[in-house]
């Protein structure tokens, strides 16, 4: 089974300030991990994604994470944050092989941009 | 391109009244079908999900119930209402075994009252 746990349940953080979102995961087994982002009262859409290869991961929006497996972490980045980024952010995991895709999500972190 | 429709959007029901919440998906064939809650302050919480019609997996023992009549329709239903049902609930699809994105329905924000 995965967990996900998402180190701080808010960030408030000034515009053009850089932003990291923190994201811990635990698996038995090799796992592809996303984050999400949802605006209130929206559905979630995703920001980016690892499945393999290089461990820094782009996305849209100026947003990246890095895989690390030794610390098992996942933290999203991004050097310059606007006001418009302020939304609910969530990292989540699924396993491979025959899961079809399910996933285990944390438990959400609000970026709350002031200008 | 695929497109998926929640409806309603927002429903207030009393409790111990049926539920039916309708997730259409348009675009793609066979998808993996999910159904998401999200409580405030609790993430997403997965409860069901299908990988073909009348194939259903339930995540977390509740009083809520999944169906799927048809390929790209996925229904969530409850026979009695309790206050504790109250949330945002997600839908989502994706194709494939593993590793693939899941793309999410706009939601119905549910109140029991």
């Known amino acids: 089974a995965q967990s996900v746990t998402q180190l701080d349940s808010q960030v408030p953080v000034f515009e053009e300030a850089p932003v990291e979102l923190r994201c811990n995961y635990s698996s038995s087994v090799s796992v592809y991990l996303f984050w999400y982002v949802q605006y209130p009262n929206q559905g979630l859409q995703l920001l980016l994604k690892y499945l393999s290869g290089s461990t820094l991961v782009k996305g849209i929006n100026g947003f990246e994470a890095e895989f690390n497996k030794s610390q098992t972490s996942f933290h999203l980045r991004k050097p310059s944050v606007h006001i418009s980024d302020t939304a609910e952010y969530f990292c989540a995991v699924s396993a491979g092989g025959t899961s079809y895709g399910k996933l285990t999500f944390g438990q959400g972190t609000i970026l709350t941009v002031h200008p | 391109s695929q497109t998926i429709h929640q409806w309603p959007a927002t429903l207030v029901q009393p409790v111990g009244s049926p539920l039916s919440l309708e997730c259409t998906v348009e675009?793609?064939?066979?998808?993996?079908l999910y159904w998401y809650r999200q409580a405030a302050g609790r993430g997403l919480q997965l409860l069901f999900y299908s990988v073909g019609i009348g194939q259903i997996s339930s995540e977390v023992p509740q009083n809520l119930s999944a169906s799927r009549p048809q390929d790209r329709q996925f229904i969530l239903s409850s026979k009695k209402l309790l206050l504790s049902d109250s949330g945002f609930y997600l839908c989502?699809?994706?194709?494939?075994?593993?590793?693939?994105?899941?793309?999410f329905g706009p939601g119905t924000r549910l109140l029991v009252l």
């Open positions: 675009g793609t064939s066979n998808p993996n």
């Open positions: 989502a699809w994706s194709v494939g075994h593993g590793g693939e994105t899941q793309y």
